[in-house]
């Protein structure tokens, strides 16, 4: 392989995985790094090779962009589905973000949850609540089929919907803000792999 | 057998740990190397070889720059070099410039305050030589 046809090779390998972002974007890393592989050949006169390998590979660099970019998105977003995609991936590098994971999934069941419950009260009032049976113990609540016996009692009735939907919403947003600065934090030590 | 392997564990750690420290400071170094002007990558990555011992793989400096400028720290532009294709500078931004004092200041507390606390062990390591 010709020194041309390396660095062509390495730098469709990159474009190919820096995917996600922009094109602008794309265009401007491979520019950049293609002026790296060239100045560092250049000035310590080692071959393209030495150089490309030093840089590691096209994959490898790709991901770091991509990381980079997945978490700066996820840290500025509401939505569930691209900050579980952002800690799935935090998940994968060691065992603060597992931990960033499993109180994302935990927290949008709960929230989630109750808020789906607060909208099915108005359709399925005897079996949506919260129950408690005759000696005053806590016993069920959310969504029940079929509602629990006789024995139970069902204390919040309609105010099972102003109360779900407050708690489920401040749960969602608690999960939110938690995953968001988890991200954050974890961008600091992105610098460090 | 077990508390051999504890041991030997423990004895690598410092390295881990030292490699962990430097990688930690990355950021701030990048930020520090632009403080007397602009520079493109590969200037940056022998200006951190040459100015400290922070030795890192090549392709690990210029996602750190991207997120750098992303964050507005950096800003860039494309100059055109006689080395026949164009690089790209970077510079501080004001707010870059903001954020590695207080990072400095920090910094410099810090290890103030580390190395009065390490004086009594270095001491004792000098005269066990």
């Known amino acids: ?193 | 057998m077990a508390k051999t392997r504890a041991i030997a564990a423990e004895a690598d750690q410092p390295d881990r740990w030292e490699a962990q420290l430097r990688k930690g400071a990355v950021e701030m170094a990048a930020l520090a190397s632009l403080w007397r002007g602009r520079l493109y990558g590969l200037e940056i990555i022998r200006f951190l070889e040459n100015h400290s011992r922070l030795a890192l793989a090549e392709g690990t400096i210029y996602p750190i720059l991207n997120r750098l400028k992303a964050e507005g720290l950096l800003t860039s532009e494309w100059v055109e070099a006689e080395a026949g294709h164009p690089r790209k500078y970077y510079s501080l931004t004001e707010t870059g410039r903001l954020r590695l004092r207080v990072m400095a200041e920090a910094w410099a507390s810090f290890s103030r305050g580390l190395t009065e606390l390490l004086q009594p062990v270095l001491e004792e390591q000098e005269t066990m030589l």
Do not use: C
């Open chain 1, 1 to 193: 392989m010709t020194t041309e046809t390396q660095i062509d090779s390495y730098l469709t390998a990159l474009r190919l995985h820096l995917g996600p972002l922009t094109i602008a974007e794309r265009e401007e890393i491979v520019k950049e790094i293609a002026a790296h592989v060239r100045d560092s050949a250049e000035e310590s006169g080692a071959s393209v090779e030495t150089v490309l390998a030093r840089l590691g590979s096209a994959e490898a660099l790709a991901a770091q962009y991509r990381d980079g970019l997945l978490i700066r998105q996820a840290s500025r977003s509401i939505s569930p589905l691209v900050l579980l995609r952002a800690s799935l991936r935090l998940a994968t590098k060691g065992v603060f973000g597992v931990l960033v994971f499993f109180v994302a999934i935990f927290g949008y069941a709960i929230g989630g949850g109750l808020v789906l419950t607060a909208l099915v009260k108005p359709i399925l009032p005897a079996n949506t609540g919260v129950w408690f049976d005759g000696q005053g113990h806590f016993m069920s609540s959310g969504v029940l089929f079929p509602p629990p016996g006789s024995q139970a009692h069902e204390v919040l009735g309609f105010w099972y919907i102003p109360l779900a939907l407050i708690v489920g919403s401040l749960t969602l947003l608690a999960t939110t803000w938690a995953i968001r600065t988890s991200l954050r934090v974890s961008q600091r030590w992105q610098s460090r792999l």
